[in-house]
């Protein structure tokens, strides 16, 4: 079989006719654009930067954006989160959930020692009074 004037083995031709003539034009679901901070900050810039009118319209347009994401990176310019967003995100740094859980680790080691040593102290004076010592197990 040939499709598109190259032969094909048997299998891939019917399939790759099939996927051809299946692909249309706009995907079946749509994925939401994701903007760097960077970028919309130069947007916000070079439309600062625009003095005549309708050239606004002409940035919006050559970068497929619209008025409304222009006007939300102008608020956010304005209050300063776009710098913020700058910074490379990530795991925090370690100290937070780690050294809290080590404190609450450390406490809860100190009391298991703290019943550990009663218990210890307990066994001794059982054994005293029964006559046993403590290391060998027998009677003296």
Known sequence: MKVNGTPLSSGEGKRSAAASAADPEVSAKA????????????IAEKADACD???EIG????????????????????REGS?????????????GGKREAKKVRKNARLREELRKARI?????????????VSPGDGKRS
């Open 31 to 42: 994925t939401r654009r994701r903007f760097m901070a960077a970028y919309k900050l130069s």
């Open 52 to 54: 005549t009118a309708g």
């Open 58 to 77: 002409e940035l919006l347009r050559r970068e497929g954006l619209y008025s409304s994401h222009l006007s939300s990176w102008r608020k956010a310019a």
């Open 82 to 94: 776009l710098r913020r967003l700058e910074k490379k995100r990530g795991p925090r740094p370690s």
């Open 119 to 131: 218990i210890i102290d307990v066994q001794g004076k059982v054994a005293g009074l029964l006559g």
